[in-house]
């Protein structure tokens, strides 16, 4: 079920890109605080902005805003919705206290049929510009899914590489998940309430946030490659808020892989000149 691609559903939004949520962000990492007007945000922290509150008749099951009607996403009839991926190209420094505006566009919505029943694919591409000029250039990935079969078994998980050359040890608790879905004004009740992740969706635990765990990748790959051109990613298998997982990286590519070396996400950084 392809969309009709002479309709193409476009939001905008705008926001100030205030330097005190991206500096209480750096704290919930555990990383100093050294963010104010003017500083050049890390990549990805533009996913603390531009908010889209909506009342509670609005929202869907999952807590995320319902599908269909006026939104981006139209209704696929598949309850569970899960980031697939995504990737971004850095055009100029996104600064903190800038008034911001974003351009949201949906480029793909299909319905397939994949190994474990009905797909939903949706591809949005965000564009966001600061006094014109664009910054970055973000293309956003979810899957649609119906809700899983007790009964059938779980798809195996790929195995993660083991030829890291870098690797930092990280560890996920339910606070910083509450803190992150707090910041980015995220719903989804699979990273905080975990007997809907539980009883509802068929997790072990709590989920943690796939743009999460890309964001750490990106500040690794950041940390040791400098400014980043493009960055892109792809989610693999779910990481439960009690597991400690590895940062892995290789020349571009990077990966996390969870206790049991299955491969959570991998990645491709592309550093600018």
Not at 5 to 29: E, G
Not at 146 to 162: I, L
Not at 188 to 202: S, V
Request: aromatic share 8%; hydrophobic share 40%; proline share 8%.
């Amino acid at each position: 079920m392809k969309r009709d691609m002479a309709f193409t559903p476009v939001q905008h939004s705008m926001d100030m890109i205030d330097p005190a949520r991206a500096a209480a962000f750096q704290a919930a990492l555990g990383r100093r605080m050294d963010i104010s007007a003017g500083s050049v945000l890390p990549p990805f922290f533009h996913q603390l902005y531009f908010w889209k509150p909506l009342p509670p008749t609005d929202l869907g099951r999952d807590g995320h805003p319902k599908v269909g009607g006026a939104g981006l996403i139209p209704d696929m009839g598949l309850p569970r919705r899960m980031w697939a991926g995504g990737r971004l190209r850095f055009a100029a420094p996104l600064r903190a206290g800038i008034a911001a505006e974003k351009t949201s566009v949906l480029e793909r919505a299909e319905k397939k049929t994949g190994r474990t029943g009905p797909l939903g694919l949706v591809t949005l591409r965000h564009e966001i510009r600061q006094q014109g000029a664009l910054c970055l250039t973000e293309w956003h990935d979810l899957v649609y899914r119906e809700d899983p079969d007790p009964a059938s078994p779980k798809p195996v998980p790929p195995a993660a590489r083991t030829d890291e050359t870098e690797v930092r040890q990280i560890s996920f608790n339910s606070t910083l998940l509450f803190r992150y879905s707090a910041l980015t004004f995220n719903g989804h009740r699979i990273h905080y309430d975990l007997e809907y992740a539980r009883e509802t969706e068929g997790y072990a635990g709590l989920v943690v946030h796939g743009p999460l765990l890309a964001q750490h990748l990106m500040l690794l790959a950041e940390e040791l490659m400098g400014p980043l051109a493009e960055f892109s990613f792809r989610a693999s298998s779910p990481l439960m808020h009690f597991e400690t997982a590895s940062l892995c990286c290789n020349g571009q590519d990077l990966w996390v892989s969870g206790p049991d070396g299955r491969q959570c996400m991998s990645a491709v950084a592309v550093p600018r000149g």
